[in-house]
């Protein structure tokens, strides 16, 4: 009963995880006139949000061994909620980037957490459906928000929704403290951990997946709109529809690859995911319509369970005294790789053409495809 108790809550937290993280897309338009601040300036909080988030994943396996589990998530979901209540009363533009600071922090280190808490004590079902409902969160963000605007309540009532259901999560968080204390896989000392993890090539090439992972899922997000009304002659309107559809292929092939993850290995899933990804890519690249569909649905199907399969794949690969360490590791690569890789895609397509985009995620692909091949060989 208690396993079932917290595994809801674990889906739950996963849902609030997702619900800020696609909110700022819809709510800046309104945000930017308030703040009175150029378009570009959306960056700004992404990139702070996403470097500190990347920080906090980077010590949370370390503290994970002082405090445990159930105190991380509880301290963290109250510094994002306090966050976005931060964003939504903020009357000054600095404020709204000194609140990225502990909404990054909290984010950082919840998405360590529950990966960690799950990849030691369920099955690669529940990781898959983990990230599923990342995708559910993220889903229900944007709508949040845009009721909200819609019902000339402004962004700022959208934000206090989505930071009241963080403060839910949170309490909840605080009451099943000792529920979470007796799952925990206590582990050993932490300082030698941190040289073990670093003197280990194989676990720069497992940190190194998840960098290359997120740049190619987060790169065709945000620029594969651009590409196809810009160069492919397709209307906003079905250029919208498909990139909706890829969000929606990779959130139900998590689901889906959940329902199947006890018949197949994880490594299964990283392979077969690697291979259709790069198919995926490739007929992206042909700048047809029914290709480019075609190749944007099988892409985001494909990449579904990868992160889960990559994520779930660690205790196997690792001992237990270095697994937390290193999921914080990846964690944090993943975030770094979703600040540099699609910014950087952005700025060499502005000094040559936006139809490099496929070429640079093959790349990316074909250096996932290798580095799995020697992290299974090593």
């Known amino acids: 009963m208690r396993r079932i108790l917290i595994l809801i809550i674990i889906y739950v937290g996963f849902v609030s995880l997702g619900l800020p993280d696609s909110i700022l897309g819809v709510a800046w338009a309104d945000m930017r006139h308030f703040f009175s601040q150029p378009i570009s300036s959306a960056g700004i909080l992404v990139l702070i949000t996403t470097l500190v988030t990347a920080f906090s994943s980077f010590l949370s396996g370390h503290i994970i061994h002082r405090v445990g589990t159930g105190v991380i998530l509880t301290v963290s979901s109250f510094l994002t909620a306090s966050a976005l209540l931060g964003y939504a009363l903020s009357p000054y533009w600095l404020y709204l980037l000194f609140f990225s600071l502990p909404l990054g922090l909290g984010a950082g280190a919840i998405d360590s957490a529950l990966n960690h808490y799950v990849a030691m004590n369920y099955s690669s079902r529940h990781m898959n459906w983990l990230h599923g409902f990342w995708g559910v969160g993220a889903t229900l963000g944007p709508i949040i ?7 000339n309540k402004g962004w700022q009532s959208g934000y206090i929704t989505i930071s009241i259901i963080q403060f ?5 968080f605080l009451f099943t403290l000792k529920q979470w204390e ?12 941190f040289v073990n993890v670093l003197n280990d090539p194989k676990a720069w090439l497992s940190v190194l997946m998840f960098f290359f992972y997120t740049g190619v899922e987060v790169s065709i997000g945000l620029w594969a709109f651009s590409l196809f009304v810009e160069y492919q002659g397709i209307a906003k309107e079905t250029a919208g529809i498909w990139v909706a559809m890829y969000w929606g292929a990779l959130t139900l092939g998590r689901f889906l690859t959940g329902i199947l993850a006890n018949s197949f290995s994880n490594r299964f899933f990283v392979n077969l995911g690697l291979a259709g990804a790069l198919v995926g890519v490739a007929m992206i690249s042909f700048s047809t319509h029914i290709t480019s569909f075609l190749g944007l649905v099988i892409t ?4 579904a369970p990868l992160y889960p399969s990559m994520m779930h794949e660690t205790p196997n690969r690792f001992d237990k005294d270095k697994t937390s360490v290193l999921i ?13 890789l699609p910014a950087l895609i952005g700025l060499v397509a502005a000094y040559t053409t936006l139809e490099i985009l496929p070429f640079v995620l093959l790349g990316f692909l074909i250096t996932m495809i290798i580095m799995n091949y020697l992290l299974n060989r090593i």
Do not use: D, R
């Open 145 to 151: 928000m845009t009721w909200a605007i819609a019902a």
């Open 168 to 172: 839910i999560l949170a309490f909840v």
């Open 182 to 193: 007796n799952g925990e896989h206590h582990l050993t000392v932490a300082k030698p951990q």
């Open 300 to 303: 985001g199907f494909s990449l």
């Open 328 to 340: 914080g590791y990846q964690v944090g690569a993943a975030s770094v790789g979703i600040a540099i």
